[in-house]
């Protein structure tokens, strides 16, 4: 008679192995979204760079992994389709990441922008 393998050990790899999937779907997602949306300021009708750094520096931290020491965007980004403004992402391991952040679309007082490496 053959031994047969325990079903519960690949049940576990399994379950172990669909997390991973999981894990690395969302890790892609989170690296994929790049469209984020800010007011601008009435005054200027731009969106401030510190705006643009704080949302730049969320979409590149990971479920498990710290995110840029610091991001630093060179000026503010006005309220006009197809502007663009030069940032650039300081992380503690490895070179450091050169964006260019660009208006899709302005509404009333709303301004959707896309990162691009």
């Given at each position: ?11 576990i790899?399994?379950v ?12 892609a ?8 949306t800010s007011e ?19 979409q ?6 710290n ?11 006005r ?10 992402a ?7 990441r ?20």
């Amino acid at each position: 008679m053959i031994p047969q393998p325990p079903r519960r050990g690949i049940v576990i790899g399994l379950v172990i192995a669909l997390a991973v999937a999981g894990a690395l779907a969302l890790a892609a997602a989170r690296l994929r979204d790049r469209d984020a949306t800010s007011e601008v300021e009435r005054g200027t009708r731009t969106v401030p760079r510190t705006e643009i750094a704080r949302m730049i520096s969320g979409q590149l931290t990971l479920p498990f992994r710290n995110g840029p020491d610091a991001v630093r965007c060179f000026g503010d980004l006005r309220a006009v389709p197809y502007a663009e403004v030069r940032c650039t992402a300081h992380f503690p391991i490895g070179p450091d990441r050169h964006l260019t952040v660009e208006v899709t679309r302005v509404q009333h007082n709303k301004v959707t922008y896309r990162r691009h490496s």
